[in-house]
């Protein structure tokens, strides 16, 4: 049965998909070009390698690193979420660790598209910027799960603390000379920033 909200369910997948074919292709023409292959790549470049017209394209992004990053972006407004529907039965930490693979490590990162990210300064900044803006909505997300009250301090410590894990762990993995998944190092990294709990989160 049709009802109202499906249009506008529709437009808002419509621009997702689109927002996304943009990113792809200016991540896609930048490796192409190799080291700071970004630089080279225009506008109307990205439009066209995404099926879009230039205009739609600055209707999206406000520079090409932005959309080359709008992978991070969306992953980062989705990490409160995936906190959220987290089984109860888990322990905070396990439900932490559980959401950031699934949201950061699912399917496994692009080695070389990454790693272009994180060694440009102006992409390394846009990085930097998505994880940033994960922490308050994912502290959210904590203070509702241990039962706190928001403007304790603890929720927002550890939000840094997994913020700065998901860095770490991709600089230890892109640096790494082992083949061990993206996974298994964030899954390290986040035991070591969340475990032992933060006193003032109680959730058992």
């Not at 992004?61 to 039965?89: K, M, W, Y």
């Amino acid at each position: 049965m049709t009802t109202e909200y499906e249009p506008r369910d529709m437009r808002a997948r419509n621009k997702q998909a689109t927002r996304e074919a943009i990113g792809a292709a200016a991540l896609r023409l930048a490796l192409e070009r190799g080291p700071d292959g970004l630089a080279s790549v225009r506008v109307r470049d990205i439009a066209e390698a995404a099926g879009v017209a230039p205009r739609t394209y600055n209707n999206y992004f406000s520079s090409r690193e932005e959309a080359v990053c709008v992978f991070l972006n969306d992953q980062a407004r989705r990490l409160g979420a995936a906190l959220r529907a987290r089984p109860g039965g888990e322990s905070l930490g396990e439900a932490i660790a559980a959401a950031v693979v699934d949201v950061f490590a699912d399917p496994e990162p692009d080695r070389a598209g990454l790693s272009m990210i994180m060694s440009a300064p102006a992409l390394r900044g846009e990085a930097l910027k998505a994880f940033a803006m994960a922490e308050e909505p994912l502290a959210d997300a904590i203070a509702e799960r241990a039962g706190v009250d928001r403007r304790a301090l603890s929720p927002a410590v550890t939000a840094a603390a997994v913020a700065g894990a998901v860095r770490a762990a991709a600089a230890h993995w892109l640096a790494g000379p082992d083949s061990a998944p993206f996974a298994e190092v964030l899954r390290e990294a986040l035991g070591t920033a969340v475990s032992p709990r933060p006193s003032g989160l109680a959730h058992p």
